[in-house]
């Protein structure tokens, strides 16, 4: 190593240090404001540091165009420190050389300073990044903040309202364990919120039958809801199924009407939601109405069969010979008044039915002797249609405990459908066959040892989307609406009704325009006697 003076050893490491150099005289003006400054000497890293060549001996504003409008602060630190001596550190942006510095400037003497920086840019270009992050972060927890409370606040008002609906409500994760019940449902069951929340629903709760029986699990209208995932409904009449009674904490009970709706969470059932209300007055309402229309149509039998004695007294010429115009007349009045008692005797049975007044009477029947007999009945229609009509009874069918009124009904309702909805010269067939327990009959597997009824025809069908409203009272398709202007949409309601109360099954396939075909079974062990002590007939 060779010995170095001095100067030469400070003069390699102003050369080659890292940080750039610059030693600079300061100008000022008159009133001794700082206006400019020389370079009078800069080291290597100068010009690599800032981009700027040959700065020995210029002006900074010759140097760098612009420099005093936009880093005005340089002037007035440099100025500062080259008069006070007062050194000073500092970050700074020139935005000319679009480089950030981090400057140590110091005063070797007065009016003179030497500026020592180091490029920071690339570090300031991480910190903005970092904190363009931070601040990207924190919106997020903005955004998920004011969601969150926007969902509390929906969840507060969805429980409010909740809360507050008059209709019980019942809430339940996928097994039926009770999430919440809302005031009305603590209410009308008799059970606290508190008591009842995170408890399987099912075990809490009785539900019984109309007989007192208590509903099994399987049939438990939440059950099935989760079991299914489709909504299920109970009923509010005693007619169109069974009425479902919930039974409190002190054995007291109502009768409920119960909708119960899946939660469905992509496409898997992760709850229940339940909604159910004391139908207790609707029944009251309801069976009120069936007694009013049970007294009326029973009052108007009386009159409309005089009505039908006295035209056929004068059809028959009792009253002296007719002329052809009265006659036409008369029978006009004939055909509107058996219309008449047919609907009459309709609402009866239906309000019968309704008020569970209507007896069961079952004794040893020949079913195909019975069946005859109704076909016999409507021969007229059948001829007058020209349908071709083929029975086809089993030989040997054991007598069978019905109530032969009741059973006539259904076949005659069975057949003059057949009839009604089968255009001119089409075929019908009546058909009676005895199953053993477990066998099947079309789709259907009969429970016990039964007599199949079978009554086909090849007419106008059932329309597929209305098939489902078949049994329901009143109810008429679109398709024969126009065809066949006087029914009345009860006699399959009654004959459901009839066939329900007995053990029966009935149910029907059927095209439209290719027909239909109605199919009942009648268990052997046979119909259970009723006795209805408010019936009226
Ligand atoms: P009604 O025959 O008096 O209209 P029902 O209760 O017997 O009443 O039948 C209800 C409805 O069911 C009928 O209006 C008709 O739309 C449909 N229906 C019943 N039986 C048949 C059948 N055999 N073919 C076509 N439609 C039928």
Request: with cysteine.
């Amino acid at each position: 190593m060779t010995s170095q003076t001095p100067e030469t050893f400070y003069k390699s490491i102003f050369e080659n240090m890292t940080d750039g150099l610059a030693y600079c005289q300061m100008i000022f003006d008159a009133q001794k404001n700082p206006v400019d400054w020389i370079y009078i000497k800069v080291n290597k890293n100068f010009e690599k540091l800032t981009g700027l060549k040959n700065a020995k001996g210029k002006k900074v504003s010759k140097l760098i165009p612009g420099i005093s409008a936009s880093n005005p602060e340089l002037f007035k630190i440099y100025g500062q420190v080259s008069l006070t001596g007062k050194p000073e550190r500092f970050e700074t942006y020139v935005a000319p050389l679009s480089r950030w510095f981090l400057v140590s400037v110091f005063s070797p003497q007065k009016n003179f300073f030497v500026a020592l920086f180091q490029n920071i840019t690339d570090r300031k270009q991480i910190e903005k990044n970092l904190e363009d992050a931070r601040i990207a972060a924190v919106n997020v927890l903005d955004d998920l903040f004011v969601e969150k409370s926007k969902v509390e606040t929906a969840k507060a008002k969805e429980e409010a309202i909740l809360m507050s609906i008059g209709d019980g409500l019942i809430t339940t994760d996928e097994k039926g364990n009770t999430i919440f019940i809302n005031k009305a449902a603590e209410k009308l069951l008799g059970i606290k919120n508190e008591e009842i929340s995170g408890k399987s629903f099912f075990e809490s709760t009785t539900i019984e039958n109309e007989e007192g029986v208590a509903v099994p699990l399987e049939k438990r209208p939440i059950h099935m809801a989760l079991a299914t995932g489709t909504t299920t409904t109970t009923t509010t009449t005693t007619t169109t199924g069974p009425t479902y009674y919930y039974v409190r904490k002190d054995k007291t009970k109502f009768p409920a009407a119960i909708t119960v709706t899946p939660v469905i969470l992509s496409g898997k059932v992760i709850g229940a939601i339940g909604v159910f209300h004391d139908i207790t007055k609707e029944r009251e309402i309801d069976h009120a109405k069936s007694e009013f229309v049970s007294l009326a149509s029973h009052q108007l039998r009386t009159p409309l069969t005089a009505i039908g004695w006295y035209v056929e007294m004068l059809q028959s010429g009792d009253a002296g010979v007719l002329n052809d115009k009265q006659n036409k007349y008369l029978s006009e009045i004939y055909t509107g008044n058996k219309r008449m008692v047919e609907l009459v005797n309709a609402l009866l049975n239906v309000s019968r039915i309704e008020l569970g007044t209507f007896v069961v009477e079952p004794e040893p029947t020949d079913v195909v002797l019975l069946a005859r007999s109704v076909v016999d009945e409507q021969k007229s229609q059948i001829e007058a249609k020209k349908l071709k009509l083929s029975e086809k009874y089993a030989k040997d069918l054991p007598l069978f405990n019905a109530d032969p009124k009741l059973l006539r009904m259904v076949f005659q309702n069975l057949l003059s459908n057949a009839v009604k909805y089968t255009p001119k010269g089409g075929a019908i067939e009546f058909a009676l066959w005895m199953v053993k327990g477990g066998e099947s009959v079309d789709v259907q597997k009969a429970d016990e040892d039964s007599i199949a009824v079978k009554v086909t025809d090849a007419g106008y069908g059932i329309p597929k989307k209305q098939q489902n409203q078949i049994f329901t009272k009143f109810f008429r398709a679109d398709n024969v609406r126009k065809k066949d202007t006087e029914g009345t949409g009860l006699g399959l309601y009654i004959v459901k009704a009839i066939v329900d109360h007995s053990g029966s099954k009935i149910w029907f396939e059927s095209v439209e325009n290719k027909g239909a075909i109605f199919y009942v079974t009648l268990p052997l062990s046979g119909m259970k006697k009723k006795e209805g002590a408010k019936a009226l007939i």
